[in-house]
């Protein structure tokens, strides 16, 4: 969720699992902030969730909840910033960071939005809803999602690829919603806060092309945590 704009490539190589497990890593790491017991801590029940399900080795797990926690030696300090601005073709975007430095950050964000162009804060965050994205895949055939929508407290759906669906929420109710939706039938596959776009763009396939580069180079960046494109599927 919020990465739909992806080329489907598989991620196999390990520099690429050591980058999604950095990123989940850091993920815990803030969460933890707020206590190191996920059964008290919600923002990090979903971060640890997260991890497990990426296959994330739980040494790392425990070991970036007691850094985020403050219960090791080494402390780690690390600031969320986000930067809006568009993409190649006035597609709008917005960038999630987390660092331990940000001047280093901003440097870099300066340099990779020199094909696109890096605006103001709320510069194209008014083109989007920050909401609760719940993926969920139904236990059983007869499974209602819409029945499961309405009973959770979800506030819409719509269909996700390989038969799932998204339950979007508000940003305060994901916790309560994931929680609920197994009880009528749907397992939970991830669930996270981000922003959706409210007026997609829709391209063709040489200038979707331009604009994929452009922003899988933004989210190979070490600091770039999450990249939300104003991009139709």
Not at 101 to 118: D, E, H, P, W
């Amino acid at each position: 969720m919020g990465a739909q704009w992806k080329t489907k490539i598989k991620e196999t190589t390990a520099a690429a699992k050591g980058r999604i497990f950095t990123k989940l890593a850091k993920e815990i790491m803030v969460a933890a902030r707020g206590g190191p017991d996920p059964n008290q801590n919600s923002k990090l029940r979903m971060a640890v969730e997260q991890a497990k399900k990426a296959s994330m080795p739980k040494d790392n797990i425990e070991r970036a909840i007691k850094k985020g926690a403050g219960l090791l030696d080494e402390q780690v300090s690390y600031e969320k910033l986000t930067y809006e601005g568009f993409a190649p073709h006035r597609v709008p975007v917005i960038v999630e960071c987390l660092t331990d430095n940000a001047n280093r950050t901003a440097s870099n964000i300066r340099m990779l939005f020199r094909k696109g162009q890096l605006g103001a804060s709320g510069s194209v965050s008014w083109d989007f809803d920050y909401v609760g994205m719940i993926e969920a895949t139904p236990e059983s055939p007869g499974a209602d999602p819409e029945v499961a929508a309405i009973e959770a407290g979800a506030r819409d759906l719509e269909p996700a690829e390989n038969g799932a669906t998204l339950f979007l929420t508000e940003p305060s109710d994901l916790d309560a919603v994931a929680r609920a939706l197994p009880a009528h039938g749907f397992v939970v596959q991830s669930a996270q806060l981000g922003y959706r776009p409210k007026n997609p763009v829709t391209l063709g396939a040489a200038e979707r092309a331009e604009v994929e580069a452009f922003l899988e180079a933004i989210d190979a960046d070490d600091d770039v945590q999450n990249v939300y494109p104003g991009l139709a599927d």
